[in-house]
């Protein structure tokens, strides 16, 4: 079923928590909600599941194409995985489960067994099978993800809204299920909107990804789209590394990567670390000068910190390992550097 | 280690030894005496009248707290700051305050005092005075222990029923009461122990006409003014048992909730 939220509007008091927000997810798709804290994400993903409700008058939630902004939570058939699980803490695993179930009207409600055969089945498809006895308080983070994620699934909803699912979670398992989300998404493809802070889990998973700023929609695309061809410096910044430079001089070597930054040269200029190339300077060529201040060699990638000799900008660059060894670099040599790739914004949409 | 003997020796001071005192006043006839102050008629005519009131007023409390611990907890609305302060009031206020303005509203002289007379409903030196003397006074107990809990635990579990197709009634009996069961528990125990034992407003609004309009405190009031001070431990005694009882049961709440978290 896809869903579509159009013109939503939501203030808490003075404060705008979304400020005119768009989203459309096709059916079927996994979607990623990107953005730093505060910039509305959950209130987004509440109005959506109809926990919360947008501004009298302010906009429409269509499931299906079907309005469904009045209509209360229960009756929307979302499947909804709340930050912090929120597992009902006095029952047991397959009382969580069940619970859905249970609370059905008396002749929507399946018979004892028919409960017991669906969670059963349910957490044999999220791997929980020998857990159902234990109370929420003895399981580990990712076993109460699951387990959430299991209770959502148990009214057979029409989407699933997950609440930043491996928010809670340590790093490594966090990867792990982000995989595990992917490939079960893969196997249901039930339409999903998935809430996150996390960058590289967003461009990891999703199909498309909106990314959220200050109650408002920055972009949206699907993951290479935001990543090689970000609409605003924000998304650009958000989306990793970046080096913001502003320096006239650095329009020469900008000529040559035709970002139409001549038309601009005093505007912001933004570099990923790895889009800059780095040359010994005795090699001669068309590169701007700058002086190795500072290696860092640790990990898959090295990062090494410059400072541009003209406009003494610091700027970061990340080239292999081989590379560096290659070029052979110490703290204090000379280099050349050109940029393979770089964005100018308008200035006036400069944070 | 200082500071906790001096803590220690201060409990044993003020605490242990005048409770003691209390039983061993009680018996000092002997057992026999003791049953006979306590089972002679204005004794347990005071016993009844204090059972009825607590029967009255606990579960009026438990509800109304409950309700506006929810309230309070779970929902932002105009005015809760302002809720929240009155069910503080009844511990601000003296009981003995809270006789008189009850006297003030509902007595003979009071506003509403003549009308009342002229439909022959009794409030004020009655049954009906009392209950709500001591409704008042213990107002805050189950509310205020629900309160901070409720807080603590936040609206997700709430929220995730509600979406699951839980409608209001079912998330309550189904996530939100076996949430609160220990602490409501406790608030109706501390709520009991205070409607028993209320001294103050009930003594303004009662009259103590014996037999009558005398609870258990009351009734040691009257006895010990009559110099009758064996009796009146001996029904004294009655109510030191409920406190051990109270804290009793407060130690093993502590001990189960401490258990299961
Ligand atoms: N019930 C509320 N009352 C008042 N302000 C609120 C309420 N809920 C959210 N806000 C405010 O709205 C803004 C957006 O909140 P929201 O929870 O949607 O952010 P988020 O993007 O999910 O952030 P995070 O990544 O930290 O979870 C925040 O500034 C928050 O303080
Ligand atoms: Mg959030």
């Not at chain 1, 898959?300 to 590379?323: C, F, G, K, M």
């Not at chain 2, 076996?178 to 407003?201: D, K």
Request: aromatic share 8%; with cysteine; charged share 20%.
């Amino acid at each position: 079923m896809s869903i579509e939220a159009h013109g939503i509007t939501k203030a808490f008091g003075a404060f705008a928590a979304l400020n005119g927000v768009d989203v459309n997810v096709p059916k079927g798709k996994l979607v990623a909600l990107l953005g730093p804290s505060g910039s509305g994400k959950t209130t987004l993903l509440r109005i959506i599941a109809g926990l919360e409700f947008p501004d009298p008058g302010s906009g429409r939630v269509l499931f299906h194409g079907e309005d469904v902004t009045d209509l209360p939570a229960g009756k929307r058939r979302v499947g909804f995985v709340f930050q912090h699980y929120a597992l009902f803490r006095h029952m047991t695993v397959f009382e969580n489960v069940a619970f859905g179930l249970r609370v059905r009207r008396h002749r929507d409600r399946p018979s004892r067994e028919g409960i017991a055969e669906r969670v059963h089945h349910l957490l044999q498809l999220v791997q929980l099978e020998g857990l159902a006895g234990r109370y929420p308080s003895q399981l580990s983070g990712g076993q109460r993800q699951r387990v959430a994620l299991a209770r959502a699934l148990a009214v057979e909803p029409k989407v699933l809204l997950l609440d930043e699912p491996f928010g809670a979670l340590d790093a490594r398992v966090r990867k792990d299920l982000r995989r595990w989300l992917r490939r079960f998404h893969d196997e249901i493809h039930i339409t999903t909107i998935f809430v996150t802070h996390d960058q590289e889990e967003a461009l990891e998973i999703a199909d498309q990804v909106v990314i959220m700023n200050q109650g408002r929609v920055e972009q949206v695309g699907t993951p290479q789209e935001v990543y090689d061809r970000p609409a605003t410096p924000f998304v650009y910044q958000f989306l990793g590394n970046v080096n913001v430079l502003r320096a006239p001089a650095l329009a020469v070597a900008l000529a040559q990567t035709g970002h139409g930054a001549e038309q601009n040269p005093d505007g912001l200029i933004y570099v990923r670390p790895h889009d800059i190339e780095l040359t010994p300077h005795d090699a001669g060529g068309d590169g701007l000068s700058a002086v190795v201040r500072h290696i860092h060699a640790a990990g898959p990638q090295a990062r090494v910190l410059l400072e541009q000799i003209q406009s003494r900008e610091h700027v970061e660059v990340e080239i292999s390992r081989s590379e560096l060894s290659d070029l052979g670099l110490k703290v204090n040599d000379l280099v050349r550097i050109r940029l393979r790739m770089a964005h100018s914004f308008e200035e006036d949409y400069a944070i | 280690m200082l500071l906790t003997a001096v803590a220690l020796l201060f409990l044993a001071f003020f605490l242990v030894l005048p409770l003691a005192a209390v039983f061993i006043q009680a018996f000092e006839k002997g057992a026999g005496y003791f049953l006979k102050s306590v089972l002679e008629p204005d004794a347990l005519s005071a016993i009844r009248l204090t059972l009825l009131t607590v029967a009255i007023v606990v579960p009026a409390n438990v509800v109304f707290g409950v309700a506006a611990a929810w309230a309070i907890a779970k929902f932002s609305f105009r005015g809760k700051s302002i809720l929240t302060t009155l069910i503080d009031l009844p511990f601000a206020v003296s009981p003995v305050i809270a006789g008189l303005v009850y006297v003030l509203v509902f007595g003979a002289q009071g506003w509403f005092g003549p009308w009342l007379i002229a439909h022959n409903v009794r409030i004020i030196f009655a049954v009906p005075g009392i209950v709500l003397a001591t409704a008042f006074v213990t107002f805050p107990f189950v509310a205020r222990e629900l309160i901070p809990l409720m807080q603590a635990q936040g609206t997700d579990e709430e929220c995730s029923a509600v979406a699951l197709g839980a409608n209001g009634w079912q998330t309550f009996w189904r996530v939100t009461l076996p949430n609160i069961r220990w602490g409501l528990f406790y608030g109706v125990i501390l709520c009991n122990a205070r409607a028993m034992g209320e001294f103050g407003a009930v003594s303004v609004v009662s009259g103590h006409i014996r037999g009558e309009t005398n609870t258990m405190p009351l009734h040691v009031e009257v006895l010990y003014n009559d110099y009758n001070i064996v009796a009146a431990f001996a029904v004294a005694s009655l109510l030191a048992l409920l406190a051990l009882a109270t804290l009793a049961i407060r130690t093993a709440i502590e001990w189960r909730t401490e258990g299961s978290a």
